[in-house]
């Protein structure tokens, strides 16, 4: 039986707060947990499977152009070579997120540098290396001249969701106060811990894939167009995930080219893509140009607000990193001129990169508002108060639960934040600068559909299954949770099985949605299953008191009491409704930072940061407030080291593993300050939650650079601000 809740209006039902069990919110360490850190978790690349074939993808070592033949006969005269796969099927970019069609199949056509072309599968992993690294085959290169390669040189389209509004010129031209400045970000890199990575299986009947991806929901249709192989003859496995940060969002090149060799040679083969594949092929977070235009009145309240990005990706690629997705509604103006441009460049595909959109947005605004306010002369902290508008300036909607102005103060205080107009250059302690800086944390809210099957089983026990997946954000801990919460069960006596394609569909981990989407399909479902208790025992379902297994009404009656035996399992199908046409929603929060810096060498340090966030219900404290801290971690990174740097004569990626590509390791993370502000929001799922996993590194590298200013009077305006600009910005 299915239970189907379309949500239409805010849920004010507040269903998780009818159980007994008190374990939601509270901080529930991951029932998973011992089995990852034993190593007795199963990745993809681990699973066993008899007479398993290596293969190892082989990348264009040029930029543009024409594979034109691949020595396939000498190749196979290697040691250990069996096959080479250069199907035409084979996919040469990753999907975007949600795409559900296969991403481009052209192996002998090449747009990037790393772009795989052709899978050798060999006996072992070193045979299939040694051959991959020497396969013969020809090609013709375009002329680098003829490729654009530098942002600067691109052509550029307008991109979606541009705001114009009122006269932004005008108000530039007559405001009291005004600031007009350019920003440029450079590149980031997910590199997940664990690398891209699948196991394909085919029997002939059915092909059964063990992959590291973040939305088998959408990954088994865009694998069932890659192969042209329907959607019911494939079975997707990705129980654990080792991290995504959107770079599993979509079907990668590992997983077709696995699934074409299993299917051709009958035998199992395993696809594990090397560090630098997986800087080379799988999708970046792209570069940026950012102008921030603020013209305030004399109390420094916004009468303009003009925020412009130009953004790259590869040609024919739909995305564009959304740039100004919370700048159309974090604060007021109302001049308002928001426009994204996309050009054309020879990178690998662009795509969502944890916080797609707001990393590197909000940012750039927080550093413009950080300017603003040393214009206007106030305290920052009071700049943004007066500029939290009463409803989303752009759309003209009321918001959900708003917690801006509640992190901003309660933030401030908790770190000791000192009022009032600021200067640079107050503090030093020898060779080191010492300074503050705050910033505002946005990200939007979204839900997507979501299935899940909840079983309260004859034993008294639960079991929850959806092809939702942890990508360690702490999906099993979160719904072993609710439906302990709703069904009066300790976390031992549910099963949270997920990750597989033969469950109902999820919604895939990714946009922040997850816990929120599939939390509320668990949600109902429980909710419906406690509708059956209660009639099998004779009360109203708000009467159904249960705990440990048991109703609390002095019968003694248990669980299995009332299910004699017998299962009762129910869908729980959620669905996000016109909600979203009457609400804006998002999470919020505020970022505060101590950075010293070296007046000899620029070298910042942070040495502590505090975020206080606001995203709707808390539905476990630990997981949320570690998301919290990882975002808060890759703030200090996209601040101070993360960067792609590409060869500027052949286009190649420079730094293409974790020695070279910088991001913060122990001794550069102080001790981070989370504070959850928690008011549950109806408005946003049917658990009142929002969305946390990006909002962590909204806005917090902003707080880094306003602090390294007020430490040593350095402007900068790139991230990530290295040494070598610190020292040229700082004054002498
Ligand atoms: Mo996220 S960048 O949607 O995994």
Not at 117 to 128: D, M
Not at 175 to 197: C, I, K, N, Q, R
Not at 251 to 272: D, G, H, I, N, Q
Not at 620 to 641: E, K
Request: glycine content about 10%.
């Amino acid at each position: 039986m299915t239970v189907h809740f379309k949500q239409d209006k805010p849920d004010t039902r507040n269903l998780l707060d009818r159980g007994s069990q008190d374990i939601i919110g509270k901080a529930l360490s991951r029932p998973e947990g011992l089995a990852k850190v034993t190593g007795t978790a199963p990745y993809a690349a681990e699973y066993h499977a008899e007479d398993t074939l290596t293969g190892v993808l082989v990348t264009a070592p040029f930029t543009k152009g024409t594979i034109t033949g691949i020595d396939k006969k000498q190749a196979l005269e290697m040691d250990g070579v069996v096959a080479v796969i250069d199907d035409m099927r084979m996919t040469v970019r990753p999907a975007q997120g949600g795409a559900g069609e296969s991403p481009e199949q052209q192996p002998s056509h090449i747009d990037y540098f790393g772009q795989p072309f052709a899978l050798v599968v060999a006996t072992s992993f070193e045979k299939a290396t040694h051959a991959a690294k020497h396969l013969p085959f020809s090609h013709e290169a375009d002329d680098v001249d003829d490729i654009p390669l530098d942002p600067e040189d691109m052509e550029t389209e307008e991109g979606d969701g541009n705001v114009r509004a009122g006269d932004l010129a005008h108000a530039m031209a007559t405001a009291p106060h005004t600031v007009d400045l350019t920003y440029v970000t450079h590149g980031h890199a997910s590199a997940a811990m664990e690398p891209h990575a699948a196991l394909a299986e085919w029997d002939g009947e059915r092909l059964i894939v063990h992959a590291s991806l973040q939305m088998p929901n959408f990954n088994i249709s865009e694998l069932s167009d890659a192969l042209d192989l329907p959607e019911d003859k494939i079975r997707i496995v990705s129980r654990y995930v080792g991290g995504g940060f959107g770079s599993k969002l979509g079907l990668s090149e590992e997983v077709t080219a696995a699934a074409l060799a299993a299917m051709e040679l009958k035998r199992p083969v395993r696809v594990v893509m090397s560090r630098q594949q997986v800087f080379q092929t799988i999708m970046r977070r792209s570069e940026s140009k950012q102008r921030v235009r603020l013209a305030a009145d004399g109390e420094g309240r916004l009468i303009g607000f003009g925020h412009e990005a130009r953004v790259s990706n590869l040609p024919d690629e739909e995305f564009a990193e959304p740039v100004l997705q919370s700048s159309v509604f974090l604060y007021g103006g109302e001049n308002r001129l928001m426009e994204l441009e996309v050009g054309r460049i020879h990178q690998m595909t662009a795509g969502s990169v944890r916080a797609p959109g707001e990393a590197i947005g909000m940012p750039v605004l927080e550093a413009a508002m950080d300017c603003l306010a040393e214009e206007v002369g106030i305290d920052p902290v009071e700049l943004r108060l007066r500029n939290i508008p009463e409803k989303d300036p752009s759309k003209g909607l009321p918001f959900t639960e708003h917690e801006l102005a509640d992190c901003l103060t309660k933030g401030a205080e908790a770190f000791g934040w000192e009022k009032g107009p600021r200067k640079p250059r107050q503090r030093r302690e020898g060779e080191w600068w010492i300074g503050t800086g705050m910033a505002s944390a946005a990200r939007v809210h979204n839900v997507s559909e979501a299935k899940a099957r909840v079983t309260l089983n004859g034993d008294g026990t639960a079991r929850v299954q959806s092809d939702m997946t942890d990508i360690g954000t702490g999906t099993y801990a979160i719904l072993t949770q609710i439906a302990g919460e709703m069904l009066g069960l300790a976390p031992e006596n549910v099963l949270v099985e997920l990750g597989d394609t033969d469950f109902p569909r999820g919604p895939g981990s990714g946009g922040s949605w997850g816990a929120a989407s599939i939390g509320s399909a668990v949600v109902i479902a429980c909710q419906s299953i406690r509708e059956q208790l209660a009639d099998r025992a004779g009360i109203g379902e708000d009467q159904l008191d249960l705990r440990d297994g048991s109703l609390r009404d002095g019968s003694n009656r248990t669980l299995q009491d009332l299910l004699d035996g017998e299962p009762l399992s129910i869908e729980g199908h959620y669905e996000p409704g016109d909600i979203s046409d009457d609400y804006t929603a998002s999470s919020f929060g505020a970022f505060f930072a101590q950075v010293r810096v070296n007046r000899h060498t620029g070298e910042t340090r942070v040495e502590r940061m505090l975020g206080a966030f606001g995203f709707g219900r808390v539905l476990n404290a630990q997981t949320a407030r570690s998301q919290c801290i990882g975002g808060m971690v890759w703030c200090i990174g996209s601040a101070l080291t993360e960067s792609l740097l590409f060869d500027p004569v052949d286009g190649h990626l420079a730094n293409c593993d974790l020695a070279e590509y910088h991001v913060p390791v122990h001794r550069d993370v102080p001790d981070l300050e989370v504070m959850m502000l928690e008011r549950n929001d109806p408005a946003a799922s049917a658990v009142q939650a929002k969305g946390v996993g990006e909002l962590g590194m909204c806005g917090g590298a902003g707080a880094i650079a306003n602090a390294i200013y007020n430490a040593c009077g350095a402007r900068m305006f790139e991230f990530p601000m290295t040494p070598d600009k610190v020292l040229e910005a700082m004054p002498d």
